[in-house]
């Protein structure tokens, strides 16, 4: 099949913007619309989803549901439920298409609420105290599912009643780990899963749980989401993944799919217990005979390749459907007459939708050049989300062999009047002779020559990939006049597992020569790019990067912005939440095991050979890289006397997502790079 491109994203941005233009700025970017959620009804006729707009003032964002008419051309959006102070969020269809389900806070507690698709007053459906993370209505219709914090064993969830001591002190205890994770302080409740029954008079009562004492997260924590459960066709089970505390919780990665029924009458099945690495998304096609999900080899490893599985509900006879394609799967979705299976997979700096099929595991890519962010079949397309270096996300239709028809655009009123920057591929000779991928990003109507800002992404298995980012937006720092290269160096996603494995216990070692080797590549191919005028800045792996480079590279960069990366590897290894990740990356042992597989690139070695002036940034919710390694990097370079600057902010995890906190980091990394570079 033809590969659709999805270049019309930058034209179609680029197409409102008039003459005379300015440049994007962190201002514009943390005030866009952010579309998400899509839901579309089973006849194809209205499209529903969650819409966040910044509220300034208030320093966060809040959300409202929008529809769109599928079946009217020229349609416009238009808000569904949007009140004042009010989120909405989570919409769901009902299986006539006439209703739309939600999550909404109003009044103070959330609840599930119901509203007609076509407009009128909202009603709300539970009643239930005590809050609750998400849900899923049942495709019968009669029932709902909950997923909540309790305490672990809870019945129902009515929250526990627990007596406080006057007389106790304010000091948390614990017996095991985890103690933290990634910006909570653990509190002894776990995400379980509950159900109620859902009439004509909502969804009344507490519900009964559905884990029988199971002790584990569904959905997982920090970041699972209801992409992690699953009803069955016929509304009477539930399918989970949770992976079950054990003594050191924090060393598995063995998370496994349950099925329980739905009434709660007997205690959960573990579908995938064979396997001792990851099993997650649980995905039943619409004819309800096959699950999907993704499964995980290697214990201990969270970016080992996530394979297609399918298993025969009827019979448990299970296949390994793309075990043959050298590509990870990031999410799945049945067409409506399960005959087919949409993923997303990396591939070579884009996220695209790839159609498999079920009986051969053959895999066709339906998407180019991009980022798809969310995918829901419909039955004669795809309905996608999908965002670029150079356009945030936007509702499009795929259908065939036909470029991506536009369904919305959202920002276009706050995008008109910017000039947006080219980006361009490139491609060179990187560590152990292998291809090596990387971009330029190039302001618009640039000088001769730009300075350059090195950039250098985080995971480390991840990517520098085709998507555009509310937090390190590489067209932010084009429009402040630098032109920014990334490289995807050995440990990248998108380029089959050897080369994302190539990364793990060589931290510093094949990474560093891919980012020698490219930031030579690009200045030599692009010379609108100063080679002799560069900073380099990076996060968690990169922010790693950048203390590795001040005590190896250290003559090549004007100056240097590290955000919460790894400056002791031997403290990182007592101090991290999720262990498996650091015992895994530098050979699978604790560091009073094997110290030197710790100490082989560990950045505090290096110190004596600091010289790069550099700006520290760290968050003191961070318990994945924790603030104090971004505190002892800037020690070290203030006992050096190296020019120094620390940033701290004490309500952001490892990442900053707070509106206000973003315009100030933005600030801070371009002031730092300002002064440093000769920008003019």
């Known amino acids: 099949m033809k590969i659709l ?32 959620s899509p839901a579309v009804s089973k006849d194809g006729h209205w499209l529903v989803w969650q819409q966040r707009e910044t509220d300034l003032a208030a320093d966060k964002g809040r ?39 939600f999550q909404s806070d109003k009044g103070g507690d959330d609840a599930v609420w119901a509203i007609p698709v076509t407009g009128g007053g909202a009603r709300k459906l539970t009643g239930f105290q005590g809050g609750f993370g998400g849900f899923k209505v049942a495709p019968t219709g ?41 910006d909570t302080w653990a509190d002894g409740t776990r995400s379980q899963l509950f159900v109620l029954p859902l009439g004509r008079d909502g969804a009344p009562g507490d519900g009964v749980a559905i884990e029988h004492g199971l002790i584990g997260d569904t959905p997982s924590r920090p970041n699972g989401g209801g992409e992690e459960v699953a009803w069955s066709a016929d509304g009477r089970t539930v399918y ?117 099929d079920p009986a051969s595991g053959a895999v066709t890519r339906l998407t180019g050049a991009g980022n798809i962010a969310a995918a829901v079949p419909m039955p004669r397309g795809v309905l996608v989300a999908t965002d670029s270096l150079v356009a945030p996300d936007d509702f499009y239709m795929v259908e065939g062999k036909r470029a991506p028809r536009r369904l919305t655009a959202v920002n276009a009123t706050r995008l008109a009047g910017i000039d947006l920057p080219s980006v361009t591929r490139f491609s060179f000779k990187g560590a152990k002779g292998d291809t090596v991928w990387g971009y330029a990003v190039r302001p618009h109507g640039s000088p001769a020559k730009v300075p ?111 955000h919460d990366g790894v400056f002791d590897a031997r403290a990182m290894a007592y101090e991290t939440d999720e262990l498996w990740f650091d015992e895994w990356e530098h050979g699978g042992k604790a560091y009073y095991q094997d110290p030197q597989a710790f100490e082989r690139y560990n950045p505090v070695n290096y110190v004596a050979q600091w010289k790069t002036p550099m700006l520290v940034i760290t968050g003191e919710k961070d318990f994945r890289i924790p603030y104090t390694q971004g505190l002892a990097a800037f020690t070290a370079l203030q006992r050096r006397g190296i020019p120094s600057r620390l940033v701290v902010n004490p309500n952001e995890n490892h990442w900053v997502l707070k509106p206000l906190n973003s315009r100030q980091w933005y600030g801070e990394v371009l002031g730092w790079m300002d002064r440093w570079t000769a920008k003019k």
């Open 452 to 562: 350059i800002a090195f950039m250098v992404h985080g995971g480390p298995q991840g990517s520098s990939n085709d998507s555009w980012s509310y937090r390190w937006n590489p067209a932010v720092f084009a429009g402040a006049g630098y032109g920014l290269v990334a490289i995807d160096f050995h440990g990248s996603t998108g380029y089959g597992q050897a080369f994302t494995d190539a990364i793990s216990n060589d931290w510093g070692g094949a990474p560093l020569e891919d980012l020698k080797a490219g930031l030579k590549a690009a200045t030599d191919r692009f010379g609108w790019l100063d080679a002799d005028d560069a900073c380099a800045l990076g996060a968690s792996y990169g922010g790693y990067m950048m203390n590795w480079i001040e005590g190896n590279w250290p003559d090549r960069f004007k100056c240097i912005v590290q």
């Open 240 to 356: 989970f993944a949770l992976r079950e505390a054990g003594r050191i919780e924090a060393l598995s990665t063995n998370l496994d799919i349950f099925a329980a029924p739905a009434d709660g009458s007997a205690a959960p099945v573990n579908l995938t217990a064979a396997n001792q690495a990851t099993d997650t998304l649980p995905t039943v096609s619409p004819d309800g005979r096959t699950l999907a999900y993704v499964a995980m080899k290697r214990p201990g490893f969270e970016a080992d390749r996530q394979v297609l599985m399918l298993r025969d509900l009827a019979s448990g006879r299970v296949r390994a459907l793309t075990e043959g394609w050298d590509r990870s799967i990031g999410s799945i979705a049945w067409s409506p007459d399960s005959r087919r299976i949409y993923v997303t997979a990396e591939d070579v700096q884009d996220n695209p939708l790839w159609s498999v």
């Open 5 to 36: 491109l999805a270049t019309s994203l930058a034209a179609l941005a680029l197409a409102a913007t008039p003459a005379s233009a300015r440049p994007l700025t962190i201002a514009d970017v943390t005030m866009l619309s952010r579309v998400s």
């Open 63 to 101: 959300y409202d549901l929008w529809r769109l008419d599928l079946t009217r051309k020229g349609a416009k959006p238009e808000p569904l439920a949007a009140e004042a102070d009010v989120n909405e969020t989570s919409p769901q269809f009902s299986n006539d298409g006439t209703t739309v389900y």
């Open 142 to 182: 009669d029932r709902l599912l909950i997923w909540a914090d309790r305490k672990p064993g809870a019945p129902s969830l009515a929250p526990a009643v627990t007596k406080k001591d006057p007389q106790a002190g304010q000091a948390r205890t614990y017996d095991q780990l985890f103690v933290r994770h990634w």
